[in-house]
């Protein structure tokens, strides 16, 4: 029979690859393997990260599995949003 161990804390999601609080640790929180799929604005509004795409690069740099899911282009000029998702199996260790 298993028992749960009392005071027992349970590690934030991502504090493995980056401190606790961090902008990357929160983006792995929320996002990395929950199928949830985001923008770099939702990044910005929802979680106060001001540089989205250099934290998406950090990421993918530490061998997370960021991916580009869809394109919305919404008939305006200029560059069509990205929509991103975190795979859970990473890319390289």
Do not use: C
């Not at 027992?8 to 990357?24: L, P």
């Not at 990421?59 to 869809?70: A, C, H, I, M, P």
Request: charged content about 30%; glycine content about 8%; proline content about 3%.
């Amino acid at each position: 029979m298993l028992t749960k161990r009392r005071n027992m804390k349970t590690k934030a999601k991502g504090t493995k690859f980056f401190k606790e609080g961090t902008q990357n640790q929160q983006i792995l929180e929320n996002y990395w393997g929950t199928g949830k799929s985001f923008t770099t604005e939702d990044l910005t509004d929802n979680l106060d990260i001001m540089s989205p795409g250099a934290r998406l690069t950090e990421l993918r740099d530490s061998g997370f599995d960021v991916r580009v899911v869809e394109s919305n282009s919404n008939d305006m000029p200029g560059r069509p949003q990205a929509t991103y998702k975190i795979m859970q199996r990473r890319t390289h260790a």
